[in-house]
């Protein structure tokens, strides 16, 4: 599923975004849940829980532009569209990293091809980054930033490269299954490491750059090694 914001003060024209996003998902399969606000005020002030934005320019008080600039000012990921019919903004669009720019009327065919962009763009990011639920809350960060995983019981810990740890109950398994296999080995039944951290390979451990070392059980020994052997294009 795909969040999606409209910032769209004129009625219809949110309604037909809307209606296209409804068209786009019975042709391809997918769900969204779209949000529509009428004027910049009501966007996220501090973090952006949406996928994708579409946003009209000529909205009343802050324009659009205006909005995107702050919005970028906090927010330098999320896909942004312009839909409107000042199509003289285009070039200023790119100033603050807005994806495409669609000119009103809005044509379906039109409409669809840049969704499809878009959607692949948001689908990248997403395999880039790893999204867990802790007892506080969703949890989003950056596969790059995530250093091993280890368990004590049902209890997981994310370890990331800041040193902070994020915990919640789960199973290894279930973990690694969202984690690159290419990148991530699992060197005993209760650790799972980014094979990016690991800075030096010893007999019986590897050491990370967050300072631990982690130990090898018997089993996974060999099989790990040779993992971390391929990634690192050396010999142990």
């Known amino acids: 599923m795909f969040k999606v914001l409209i910032v769209e003060d004129r009625a219809p024209d949110a309604q037909a975004l809307r209606r296209m996003l409804a068209h786009y998902g019975q042709e391809h399969s997918e769900e969204f849940q779209v949000t529509t606000v009428s004027t910049a ?44 019919d000042l199509a003289q903004y285009a070039v200023k669009g790119y100033q603050v990293d807005a994806l495409d720019f669609i000119v009103k009327p809005v044509e379906y065919y039109d409409f669809a091809l840049r969704l499809d962009r878009a959607l692949r763009i948001v689908r990248r990011g997403r395999a880039e980054k790893v999204t867990v639920v802790t007892r506080d809350g969703m949890r989003i960060f950056p596969i790059s930033e995530l250093v091993f995983v280890d368990i004590l019981g049902h209890d997981l810990s994310y370890h990331l490269a800041n040193g902070e740890i994020v915990s919640l109950r789960g199973s290894l398994t279930k973990a690694a299954g969202q984690l690159p296999e290419e990148s991530f080995v699992r060197i005993s039944n209760s650790c799972l490491v980014n094979m990016g951290h690991i800075c030096a390979v010893q007999r019986d451990c590897v050491r990370v750059t967050t300072g631990e070392s982690l130990f090898f059980s018997r089993p996974k020994h060999k099989a790990a090694l040779a993992s971390i052997t391929d990634y690192l294009g050396g010999s142990f």
């Open 41 to 84: 005020m009501e966007l996220p002030e501090d973090h952006n829980p949406y996928d994708l934005i579409f946003m009209d320019i000529g909205l009343p008080g802050i324009n659009g532009m205006e909005a995107a600039q702050l919005l970028r000012s906090y927010d330098t990921q999320t896909p942004l569209i312009f839909v409107t």
